[in-house]
């Protein structure tokens, strides 16, 4: 299966991390309280949004959208999922700056709904 460019958010705060290192798995946790041994994709910038700031940002709070490649050598699992839209891919490795481009910024709205 070829996967196309894939999207996640992140707060703006780590951005200069983000521009230096790339995304690193085990990075202290925005979404859920553990660190995890991945990092966690989707297939539009909507559907990420969904999934990370659209459910847990705080209101008000600026996010970056980022777009990946996927190159051959990662690790990639998508999470389990019911009916035909893949909500989530996995990927079990450091993705590098290289394969990172910043999209865009947003910010979390400060009423109604997030997304």
Known sequence: ????????????????????????????PVVNSHRADY?????????????????????????????VSLDTADEVAVREFHGNRIEEIRVRNNVPKSRVWLVGTRSVPLRGRRW
Do not use: N, V
């Open 39 to 67: 990092l966690c994709f989707s297939t539009s910038a909507s559907q990420a949004w969904a999934l990370s700031a659209g459910a847990f940002g705080e209101r008000g709070q600026e996010w970056d959208c980022w777009q």
């Open 1 to 28: 299966m070829i996967l196309h460019p894939l999207y996640h958010w992140s707060p703006t705060q780590r951005r200069a991390s983000i521009l230096k290192r790339g995304l690193a798995c085990r990075s202290r």
